[in-house]
């Protein structure tokens, strides 16, 4: 007798695969429970309805004009970024390095030399 005698040899059995697993059975709802439920999402959606009608704008005058300002500024911005060319912008930035002094300048970094 070998240590192998007590094995099984038949093949792996994996939950809902195949005929020979009966699985789980799902359990059968009642009309009463989804009426339940359509009701539910009605009250929900009624609700949601309403709640967009009444919504009021909370800020006060000074706040919204500030949001106005800022929008307007930031198209300001996007306009005045859009309107220049890559090659415009390089020379703006070259001008802007000629116009600092040498203590921006990329220090030597060799120490024998």
Known sequence: MSAYDGVQKSALKIKGVGALSAGKKKKKKDKESKSRMEQVATNQSDEEVK????????????????????????????????????????????????????????????WTK
């Open 51 to 110: 709640a967009k009608k009444t919504y009021t704008d909370k800020r006060t005058p000074a706040q919204i004009a500030f949001d106005k300002m800022q929008e307007k500024r930031q198209m300001e911005r996007i306009l005045n970024k859009a309107s220049k060319t890559h090659k415009h912008r390089v020379e703006d930035f070259n001008r802007h390095l000629d116009n600092l002094t040498e203590h921006y300048d990329i220090p030597k970094v060799s």
